[in-house]
C-alpha cells in the first residue's frame, strides 16, 4: 500500500513539474516575443521604447475591430469608425459595401507599408498630406449635412484618389517607384479575397492576425517619423523619455476602448464549453494544458526564425551595419531613415503579436483586451534587460529563463504565500534580473562597452 501511495505521489509530482515547465515556457515565450520587439528598435536606434506595451495592447485592439464586431451583431458606434465593417465580418466573400471598402482601405495600408518598408515614399511628400487631410475633412462636412453620419471610408477613399492626384501631378514620379506601392496593394486584395472566399473560421481569424500585423507595422513607422526622427542626435535619455509620453498617450487611447468592456479577440483554439469536456484544451497526466501554449510556441518560433532569416538579408545587413556605426554606414550609401522605419515596423508587430498572446492563458485568462493587457512589457522588461537590451538571442534565452523563474516561483512557494505576500512571483523576475547583472552587467548576450577616461 505504500509502495503505491509512493509511486502516486511520484507521479503526480511529476505531473506537476511538467505542467509547470509548459506554462512557464509559455509565458517566457510571450515575454521573448515582447524582448526581441525591444531588441529589434534598441539595435537600430539605441532607443529603449518604452511604448511597446501600449503598441501591444492597440494590436489587441486591432485584432479584436477585426473579429468581434460582424455583421448584424454589432451596433454602429462599436467601432472606432461608425462605418466599419471588417473585410471577413460576414460568410464567404464579403456582402456589404462597407466590407470592400474595408478591404481597399486595407489594402491601400499595406501597399504604403512594402513602399515604405523598401524606402519608396508615395509621391508628394507634404503636399500629399495637406491634400488629403484638406479632402477628407471637407467630404466629411458634406456628408454630416447631407446624411446626419460622415461616410469615413468613402470619404478616406476620395481623399486619397485626390491626394494622389495632387501628389502625381506635382511630382511627376518615376513610374518604377510605385511598383512595390501597387504590388503590396494588389497582392493584399487578392489575399483577403482568396481568405474570403475560401470561409474557414481560423483561417479567416489568421488573415485577421495578419492584418493586425500590419496596421501595427504602420502605426510603428508612423511613431518613429513623427516624433523619433525628429530627435536623431539628441541625448538618448530625451528620446525614451518621448517614447514613455508616446507609451500614455496610446494607452488612454486603448483603455478609453475597454475599460467598460473588455474586447474579445475569439481565438479559434478557445473551444466551447458547451460542446466540449474539456474547451480551450486539453488533459495529460491529470493536468490541464491549453492549447495557447502551444499557439505561442509556433508564433515564437516563427518570429525568430523570420528575424533570423531577415538578418541575413540585404536589409537585414543594412540595419546591422546601422546598428553598429551609424556615420559608416550612411558613407557607404546605407538610408538610415529607412532602416529606423523598418526598425520600428518590425518591432512594433512583433508588439502586436505579444499583445495578442498576453491576453490568452498562461498570461490572462479573459482572452480579452483589458486595461492591463498594456502592462505586459513591464513584465517582459526584465527579459530584455537579462538576455541583452542588443541581442536576439538574449531575448529568446531572456524571456525563457523569466518565464520559468515566474511560474516555479508561483507554483513551489505557494505554501509561503502569507509571508512573502500575494502577487509575489511577479517579483521573482526582477530578482533573477538584479543578481545576473551583479555579474554581467551588460546581461548574458549583450554586448559590454569599455569606456576609457
Known sequence: MLAEFAVLAQAGAFSTFLNTVVKGLAIGSVYAIIALGFVIIFKATQVVNFAQGAI????????????????????????PFTSWRAPFAGEGLPDVGEQWLAMLFVSLVAGAVVSALAGVLLPGGRRFLYAFAGAYLFLAVISGFTDGEPLW?????????????VGLALDRPDPRALLPFIGGTVATFVFLIVIGAIDVGWLEWLGNLVIALVFGAALGMVLERVAIRPMIGEPLFSMAVITLGLEIVIRVFTNDSVKILNRPIEVPWRGDPFVDETPGGFRFLDSFYNYSYFAIFAATAISFIAVFLFYRSKLGVAMRA??????????????????????????????????????????????????????????????VILGGLDSVQGALVGGLLIGLAEIFAGQYLSQWTTTLGPGYQQIVPYIVMLAVLLVRPFGLFGTPEIRRV
Open 56 to 79: 501591444a495592447a492597440a494590436g489587441g485592439l486591432f485584432v479584436s475591430f477585426l473579429v468581434f464586431d460582424k455583421v448584424g451583431d454589432a451596433p454602429k458606434g462599436q467601432t
Open 153 to 165: 471610408a468613402v470619404n478616406f477613399l476620395i481623399a486619397m484618389a485626390i491626394a494622389a492626384a
Open 322 to 383: 546601422v546598428s553598429f556605426d551609424q556615420e559608416a554606414a550612411m558613407a557607404q550609401g546605407i538610408k538610415v531613415g529607412q532602416v529606423f522605419a523598418i526598425a520600428w515596423a518590425f518591432g512594433a508587430a512583433l508588439g502586436v503579436l505579444g499583445g495578442v498572446f498576453a491576453t490568452q492563458p498562461p498570461i490572462d485568462q479573459a482572452g480579452a483586451v483589458g486595461v492591463t493587457t498594456a502592462f505586459v512589457a513591464f513584465r517582459a522588461l526584465p527579459a
